[in-house]
């Protein structure tokens, strides 16, 4: 039986696993009423900033508690009624469909809105443009799947946007340039080898920029005279940022891992002499950067927590905003920053983001910069009372140091070793940063211990950090997180028979890896939406586009033995394991079914003890859930499982 495709005898198999498993999951103690507390949890987690755009200020918010998905509202002042634009529960009904919002960009005056929405989990997006005013849906089709959000340009009559595309079994992403009211716009011609692109446009349209990359954000070619040529193409290192007149003010790592702000002349900026550096290398990492008006802004981060100041076009301090604690700033309610994903959002005279801490839930913020105020547009509905946290520090096999984030309840009895959830990524220049604890949030009210690890893939502490877990050194990684876990047990935290991990997409990874080498170390392990064959990625033309950057080619002879020597079901082999409960979603493009699939059935065969060994599949998602209760729903799956294994108790 071939369990990499998806045959009628291989969907049975997996029919049974999952039958079997939801069943398993379902009559695990307390699971019905660990839903229910981690459903409160999530809600706040769907909030978002407000953007400014003209008069109008636009929103994703939760108006009905118990709906699936938030709705897409405009407003006539930052606090006024909101008027509903998309309604992605109204979507989902008409359809039968799970259907959520991907993305949505108004236009720089805010009279029209381009936005898409994906079903199932597919990540087909289907976008379309309304008319703020009157709430219509216009005529006017947009034919491609464009997964990035277009980049208006200024004057709002059109837009530049990035498809994404399998052709004979290649991966594609084509650019095109479309004009509002003529027929859909031509593809624009890239140069050879960008990968990931996306055309961004300057606030003033002066510039075009194709930024570029999955993992490394690069800014590689600039239109001129109707051709994309080179930009900072030569120039080593991520780069991003935005222009001001006819200088790019960016955050580079070329000689500074943990970043630079810099202003790069258009005309000279392949010559580094001719930059002018703003901000030097720190112990922070530079992260995002934004202009509004004549003020910097910049966001950065600082043990693993968020910080934005503002500075003027000289790189001089303007203001510092006070956070209510070490948390996370962004644009969505997560634990995580990445130097493509915007920390905050940016209008006329303000910028606004979400907030949250281990122990409160997100809350959206506005500051208007010309007043240099900072206010609450909606304060956090939960705060978690009594909570520790504390740092603890593994080593590594090569001798590097590994921080991680350890949370309890400050009540909890520490002097002895309790039910511990160890929670991990580990790549594609991800930071997990300090953010509220939402689903992990039940655990630690029932008495278990939550740990954050930092580790080597991820970019918590720079580029270096992640470039010494990633490819040839992706091994790094997985040693970093048995670093921590035996730092937990040999100072009496937890111990093996209450440890668990959880890891999910990379972190599902991650995760495997554990399974497979450290067996031993764990009472439970979660592997979410995993890649776990990284020499069968290149059957999936998405997988191989984005894992072939990171962790290599599996074509390619010489990087397929390193990938064969980290490839979870490479490396399974008879054993005791613990508890093994392997997620994915039908829908999933980016880590198949079939791959959690294959590494089942490998740990069926190898398993010499007696724990269980489960395989569940959920119907209608794809990289994850889509809605609130199907995210709460599959939580408690996974939570009460390691509950179970490690013996915590609800």
């Not at 030097?280 to 910080?307: P, T």
């Not at 080593?395 to 929670?423: K, N």
């Not at 939406?529 to 059957?539: E, K, S, T």
Request: net charge negative; aromatic share 8%; hydrophobic share 45%.
């Amino acid at each position: 039986m071939d369990l990499r495709t998806d045959n009628p005898e291989s969907l049975a198999w997996q029919g049974e696993r999952d039958a079997a498993a939801a069943a398993y999951l379902a009559a695990l103690p307390g699971r019905t009423t660990l839903a229910e507390r981690i459903g409160r949890h999530l809600v706040d987690t769907r909030r978002s900033p407000v953007i400014r755009r003209g008069e109008r200020w636009f929103q994703t918010v939760v108006l009905e508690p118990k709906a699936e998905h938030p709705v897409l509202v405009v407003r006539d002042a930052p606090a006024g009624e909101p008027r509903v634009l998309v309604d992605p529960n109204e979507l989902s009904a008409k359809r039968g469909v799970p259907t959520a919002l991907g993305w949505f960009v108004p236009s720089p005056d805010g009279s029209l809105l381009a936005y898409a929405v994906t079903a199932a989990g597919t990540e087909v997006y289907e976008a379309s443009l309304l008319d703020v005013a009157t709430g219509d849906v216009l005529p006017e089709q947009v034919p491609w799947n464009l997964n990035f959000p277009v980049s208006w340009l200024p004057d709002s009559s059109g837009f530049w946007c990035a498809g994404r595309e399998v052709v004979g079994g290649e991966f594609r992403m084509p650019t095109y340039r479309h004009l509002l009211g003529r027929p859909a716009g031509d593809e624009v011609a890239q140069p050879d080898g960008v990968v990931f692109p996306h055309p961004v446009v300057s606030a003033d349209g002066r510039h075009v920029v194709l930024a570029s990359g999955n993992t490394e954000p690069r800014l590689d070619w600039i239109w001129s005279d109707g051709a994309f040529v080179p930009f900072l193409r030569d120039i080593e290192g991520m780069a991003t940022g935005r222009f001001v007149g006819d200088d790019l003010i960016a955050i580079v790592d070329h000689g500074a891992p943990r970043g630079r702000l810099v202003r790069i002349p258009v005309a000279t900026a392949a010559d580094t002499s001719t930059w002018t550096e703003l901000v030097a290398e720190s112990a922070d990492v530079l992260r995002y950067v934004d202009i509004v008006g004549d003020v910097i802004v910049l966001g950065y981060l600082r043990d693993a927590a968020s910080r934005v100041r503002l500075l003027d076009l000289n790189g001089e301090l303007v203001d510092e905003l006070t956070l209510p604690g070490d948390g996370v700033v962004s644009t969505i309610a997560m634990g995580a920053a990445h130097p493509s994903l915007a920390m905050f959002e940016t209008g006329d005279d303000e910028i606004s983001f979400v907030f949250s801490t281990f122990d409160t839930s997100p809350t959206v913020y506005r500051y208007v910069v010309s007043e240099r105020r900072l206010e609450i547009v909606t304060p956090p509905a939960v705060q978690l009372e009594g909570l520790t946290v504390t740092t603890i520090t593994g080593l590594s096999a090569d001798g590097t140091e590994i921080p991680a984030h350890v949370v309890h309840r400050a009540d909890l009895d520490v002097s002895a070793p309790q039910p511990t959830l160890l929670h991990g990524y580990g790549g594609f220049n991800l930071a997990l940063l300090r953010a509220y604890l939402a689903e992990y949030a039940a655990w630690v009210e029932a008495g278990g211990i939550f740990v954050l690890a930092h580790l080597r893939g991820g970019s918590d502490f720079g580029a270096e950090w992640w470039r010494q877990g990633n490819r040839e050194q992706k091994q790094h990684t997985f040693d970093d997180l048995y670093a921590v876990a035996e730092k937990l047990i040999e100072s009496g935290v937890t111990t093996a028979a209450q440890l668990a991990a959880k890891g999910e997409s990379n972190g599902g990874l991650l995760a495997g890896a554990a399974i497979a080498q450290r067996p031993e170390l764990w009472a439970a392990v979660v592997a979410d939406v995993p890649v776990l064959d990284l020499l069968g990625m290149a059957n999936d033309p998405l997988t191989y586009a984005i894992g072939r950057l990171e962790y290599g080619d599996p074509l390619d002879p010489v990087e397929a033995k390193w990938l064969e020597a980290i490839s979870p079901v490479h490396n399974v082999k008879p054993a005791s394991y613990p508890a093994v409960l392997v997620t994915a979603g039908a829908n999933d493009p980016r880590c198949p079914a079939w791959q959690s699939r294959v590494f089942v059935e490998l740990l069926e065969q190898a398993q010499q003890g007696d724990a269980p060994i489960l395989l569940r599949v959920y119907g209608d998602q794809g990289h994850g859930a889509a809605g609130i209760g199907a995210t709460a729903d599959k939580d408690a799956d996974w939570l009460a499982f390691v509950a179970a294994a490690t013996g915590l108790t609800w």
